[in-house]
């Protein structure tokens, strides 16, 4: 009698760890009805097995009638429950920790991921209960601790092989789809990637690409950090953990107003450039960079009038005539045509600067990197470069 009893526990037990695994999804996305239909043929088992289950404040407890409280028993689905617990830690509570440990905040995190603050603390308070330290500090403005920062590492790898393992599956369709998180600077967005985007989107609609304006110089870091997928930009340095393509060549070049003084020349000496009113962009641009190592050169101390963060801004200045400047060449051929610039050649700034593409050199690359990537490299450089 006894054999048998123990037999059906152990029975019960076993398919309560099964029913408990295949619903644990379920109850952490609060899919409550999923969860119901298990608990009901559960509940069925139970009257079968003539044992009574029940959940008093997150413990589970079997008794079995006609017996006495049954400590074996209770330490079985203790140790049952304990185990779910190991088995807990899943992907929605490592992209929670990811995203506080951006916005430094249980709140912005929750609108973020479509979630309450309450559940938002519950999932971290779960990740510290099953690996028994602190993982944030509560403090405003919330900050990750010591042991928060090592976890953050280990959660980051393991989202990149899951989010591998999405585009991987996805790849296994034919048709190369999926999303490219591009940056580049403003100038090579306004001007070379219509060209580019027109082409490919009319290839592939199923490919989406999502375009963020910043420096070359952050496109490097951004990339290697994994923030976008892939950028293009001037390529100025090299990273052993980035692959780069040259699409074509750029120079920066002086360029005035119809009405400036300098308008009427051929061309321009570096010491013209001397005491002439300069509109330049901000220094943490390439160009910037090469300008400031040209006068550098020549002992020259520009007369700066107006430093500002992009190409577009700078032409708009250089338009009404509030001074010179020296800008990518590519930017300004729209303007040139129709006869708003002028650009006077200066012997000393025709140095050409490879604007190519930038990725990461370990990161799989999902079909719609790879379609993309291809397509590009495969293009003449006179698609990138427009006709003056």
Same mark, same amino acid.
């Not at 140790?79 to 992209?95: G, P």
């Not at 994994?226 to 100025?236: A, E, Q, R």
């Given at each position: 009698?006894?054999?048998?009893?123990?037999?059906?526990?152990?029975?019960?037990?076993?398919?309560?760890?099964?029913?408990?695994?295949?619903?644990?999804?379920?109850?952490?996305?609060?899919?409550?009805?999923?969860?119901?239909?298990?608990?009901?043929?559960?509940?069925?088992?139970?009257?079968?097995?003539?044992?009574?289950?029940?959940?008093?404040?997150? =413990?589970?407890?079997?008794?079995?009638?006609?017996?006495?409280?049954?400590?074996?028993?209770?330490?079985?689905?203790?140790?049952?429950?304990?185990?779910?617990?190991?088995?807990?830690?899943?992907?929605?509570?490592?992209?929670?920790? %990811?995203?506080?440990?951006?916005?430094?905040?249980?709140?912005? +995190?929750?609108?973020?991921?479509?979630?309450?603050?309450?559940?938002?603390?519950?999932?971290?308070?779960?990740? /510290?209960?099953?690996?028994?330290?602190?993982?944030?500090?509560?403090?405003?403005?919330?900050?990750?601790?010591?042991?928060?920062?090592?976890?953050?590492?280990?959660?980051?790898?393991?989202?990149?092989?899951?989010?591998?393992?999405?585009?991987?599956?996805?790849?296994?369709?034919?048709? *190369?789809?999926?999303?490219?998180?591009?940056?580049?600077?403003?100038?090579?967005?306004?001007?070379?990637?219509?060209?580019?985007?027109?082409?490919?989107?009319?290839?592939?609609?199923?490919?989406?690409? =999502?375009?963020?304006?910043?420096?070359?110089? +952050? #496109?490097?870091?951004?990339? /290697?950090?994994? %923030?976008?997928?892939?950028?293009?930009?001037?390529?100025?340095?090299?990273?052993? @953990? %980035?692959?780069?393509? #040259?699409?074509?060549?750029?120079?920066?070049?002086?360029?005035? !107003?119809?009405?400036?003084?300098?308008?009427?020349?051929?061309?321009?000496?570096?010491?013209?450039?001397?005491?002439?009113?300069?509109?330049?962009?901000?220094?943490?641009?390439?160009?910037?960079?090469?300008?400031?190592?040209?006068?550098?050169?020549? @002992?020259?101390?520009?007369?700066?009038?107006?430093?500002?963060? =992009?190409?577009?801004?700078?032409?708009?200045?250089?338009?009404?005539?509030?001074?010179?400047?020296? #800008? !990518?060449?590519?930017?300004?051929?729209?303007?040139?045509? +129709?006869?708003?610039?002028?650009?006077? *050649?200066?012997?000393?700034? /025709?140095?050409?600067?490879?604007?190519?593409?930038?990725?990461?050199?370990?990161?799989?690359? @999902?079909?719609?990197?790879?379609?993309?990537?291809?397509?590009?490299?495969?293009?003449? /450089?006179?698609?990138?470069?427009?006709?003056?």
């Amino acid at each position: 009698m006894k054999a048998r009893q123990q037999q059906g526990y152990e029975e019960v037990y076993i398919t309560y760890l099964m029913i408990f695994r295949l619903s644990f999804a379920y109850l952490m996305k609060e899919h409550n009805d999923m969860l119901g239909a298990y608990n009901i043929n559960f509940r069925l088992l139970m009257q079968k097995k003539r044992l009574i289950l029940s959940r008093s404040h997150g =413990s589970l407890i079997a008794l079995a009638p006609g017996f006495t409280y049954n400590l074996g028993i209770e330490k079985e689905f203790r140790q049952c429950e304990q185990q779910i617990r190991r088995d807990s830690m899943n992907i929605s509570q490592l992209e929670t920790l %990811l995203t506080i440990s951006k916005t430094m905040s249980f709140r912005k +995190a929750g609108e973020l991921l479509n979630l309450t603050q309450p559940a938002v603390s519950a999932q971290i308070k779960s990740l /510290e209960d099953e690996f028994k330290t602190v993982l944030v500090d509560r403090n405003q403005p919330v900050t990750l601790t010591d042991p928060g920062k090592v976890f953050l590492e280990h959660a980051e790898r393991i989202l990149d092989v899951v989010e591998e393992l999405r585009q991987k599956l996805t790849d296994l369709k034919e048709v *190369p789809q999926g999303q490219i998180i591009m940056g580049t600077t403003t100038s090579i967005a306004i001007q070379i990637l219509p060209r580019v985007l027109s082409y490919f989107q009319d290839q592939f609609p199923l490919i989406k690409t =999502s375009i963020q304006s910043m420096p070359s110089s +952050a #496109i490097y870091q951004q990339v /290697e950090s994994g %923030l976008i997928d892939v950028g293009i930009g001037y390529l100025i340095e090299r990273n052993p @953990n %980035l692959s780069t393509s #040259i699409l074509y060549y750029d120079t920066f070049e002086l360029v005035v !107003s119809p009405h400036h003084p300098l308008a009427s020349r051929p061309q321009a000496t570096m010491e013209a450039l001397r005491e002439i009113p300069l509109i330049l962009l901000s220094p943490d641009t390439v160009g910037r960079r090469f300008v400031d190592d040209v006068f550098k050169k020549f @002992n020259i101390e520009p007369h700066v009038v107006m430093e500002l963060s =992009s190409s577009e801004e700078v032409k708009r200045m250089v338009e009404i005539n509030l001074g010179a400047a020296i #800008i !990518s060449k590519q930017s300004v051929t729209a303007e040139m045509r +129709a006869g708003a610039l002028k650009l006077i *050649p200066v012997r000393e700034l /025709e140095v050409s600067h490879p604007v190519g593409v930038i990725y990461k050199s370990t990161r799989y690359l @999902n079909s719609a990197m790879q379609q993309f990537l291809s397509d590009l490299k495969g293009m003449p /450089e006179t698609h990138f470069i427009s006709s003056e």
